[in-house]
DNA sequence: CTGTTAGCGCTTTCAA
DNA sequence: TTGAAAGCGCTAACAG
């Protein structure tokens, strides 16, 4: 029942190894009539090549490791389809990788990734273990998305969406409908997207004469990776009275929507409510916050790229950072604020 | 930069390979400051072992395929995650494939995880393959899942819902509200998920006195993995008369309701509109169709686990089959059929 | 054009 | 308790 091998093959086709190679790889030039033998061996035994081997004496498995919170966000797994379609057109196989935002789930996998001899990693960092990837990224091709890792020697490559014009986009649409206590849900202060959002926001308001310091009082820092960290934003900033709401990213969004549901709060009249990222079933949605569209498919496609040209560089390539240019999608959960609430 | 091996960590401690791999592996007793010699050497060096040798002696690569349409579909996506947990808490990577339910996609996927001597593959198949994945059970471990491989000789577990008594749940949600000319917009007839679908629903059918048969008007064929589809059912069936309309799966109920949305339909006064299947977002859509949940996470769970006991028996396992019980959701897409159209 | 052989990094038997 | 050495399946350098 054990799978037959290359000497197998040699021993049926009465060549040697070395021919079986050479036919198995058309590495070199090898006799018609023993192409026809090896050929026939392998479909008799129903051979197939061991790539264990091959990776061991080649150094290259074909195969890249996608590492993120959580392969179930809608988001994550928009992206990853399209990364293993990129991937499988060139013959890699995508290890899946599910990290929670876990420092030591991360780095765990991570090491397993290493082991098991990758040949790249593509990873939405958890921001808690940047000098190791720092390090994997000398030894090893690694491209990024949506958080950068801050270490002036990280070599590798970045992907991202336009996070900055992305949030001004949201926030002055929110100040031309009339708003100004505009709250923003954000998430962990200590990733790149968190601080590049709400240096959007800071900006556009501003631009509008509104300062965004210490002391504004419609900031919360939640947490990205949880539903929930949305609601409870929604919730602890409505009450202080902001009349619009931005949440940072898709999951934010989704608690805060779900508080107005169940809330019964009516959208856009009590309370405005925007969001950067994809939110699944859009159009289907009771309300459609307004939201900066992101495209998943195409993100996940240039990472694979990127990916495959860094590892057939063998790493030499200098840093690359794509920013994906950013949509503003028109909802019906965003309005002018009720006269009584204008200050 | 080339990784450490185990013979530069013999060489620095001073002691054989055949130490280290003791040390590394606790399989065999090592007097203690050669242990510790062997401990140093490792972190001096930053070593870490290659997998991909020990796979090549020991024949077991832990490693696990997870192949489905489409990793990015909500059902799937949700599966994953659990599966990957699992299968990671027993040391255990695991290699996503999506085939678009392509036969050649499917078998070429399948031949690139031989090759990378997975342990393992966890399979919803196309159904187009069903020799092929029946010949690789019997050489490796495979558990399937929604889809059946009717093959008499095919080894493996199986998982899926209780799709009989979901369907007649449904069904008979809808003739308790009257109706009578009900519409199944069901998937690929080759596939055992619809043949179950299509069988409870015609025992449902039958029990309130209604023939399902060739000639019976309200049966769309669609295919399972197109949204598309869903929506070319609801047209087809709702312009036949129909005045309720059950979807035999999530993504062809997206394609249902998508539809009615877009013809302004009212739910339920002009259509009832019911699933089988998880909709992401569900609590938030604008109409909410009664459905029988799905639980992807506990499935996927179960998965893992059901093919870690096969690996680690050896393939040895009688075939075994898991069937998760149904459960009816109610919405607000379902109500009476309107006083004109009972037939 | 073909075959022999070393060796990729590791585990494990066998001897010491 | 330790080390030497064979061998997992494959590729590629070398010799013929």
Chains 1, 2 share one sequence.
Not at 29 to 35: F, H
């Amino acid at each position: 029942m054990a799978n037959a091998t290359i000497k197998d093959v040699a021993r049926r086709a009465g060549v040697s190894i070395a021919t079986v190679s050479r036919v198995l790889n058309k590495s070199a030039a090898v006799r018609d009539d023993l192409v026809q033998r090896v050929n026939q061996a392998i479909e008799d035994l129903g051979y197939y090549p061991n790539s264990i081997a091959r990776t061991l004496k080649n150094d290259n498995s074909k195969t890249v490791g996608f590492v993120v919170s959580d392969i179930a966000n809608e988001f994550f797994s928009g992206m990853v389809r399209s990364v293993e379609d990129v991937l499988n057109r060139h013959g890699y196989n995508l290890f899946v990788c599910s990290t929670d935002g876990d420092r030591t789930r991360e780095s765990s996998y991570l090491s397993l990734l290493r082991e098991k001899q990758v040949d790249g990693i593509i990873i939405n960092v958890s921001g808690k273990n940047d000098e190791l990837i720092t390090n994997i990224s000398n030894q090893l091709p690694v491209a990024l998305f949506s958080r950068k890792v801050p270490c002036a020697n990280f070599r590798g490559d970045f992907v991202d969406n336009d996070n900055f014009s992305g949030i001004v986009a949201l926030t002055n649409h929110l100040l031309e409908l009339g708003h100004r206590r505009i709250g923003l849900i954000n998430g962990q202060s200590y990733l790149s997207t968190a601080t590049e959002r709400l240096e959007g926001f800071r900006s556009a308001m501003r631009t509008a004469g509104i300062t965004v310091d210490e002391e504004y009082p419609y900031l919360y820092n939640g947490n990205f990776n949880r539903v929930s960290s949305g609601g409870d934003g929604a919730k602890a900033l409505y009450e202080k009275g902001a009349t619009a709401l931005i949440a940072a990213n898709n999951l934010l969004a989704l608690g805060a929507l779900q508080f107005c549901h169940e809330q019964h709060l009516l959208l856009p009249e009590q309370l405005s409510l925007c969001c950067f990222g994809r939110i699944s079933n859009l159009d289907l949605l009771y309300i459609r916050p307004t939201c900066i569209e992101q495209y998943p498919a195409a993100m996940g496609a240039r990472l694979a790229e990127l990916i495959i040209e860094r590892i057939e560089s063998k790493n030499t390539l200098l840093n690359r950072e794509i920013r994906f240019p950013t949509l503003l999608l028109p909802g019906n959960g965003t309005g002018a604020p009720r006269a009584d609430s204008l200050s």
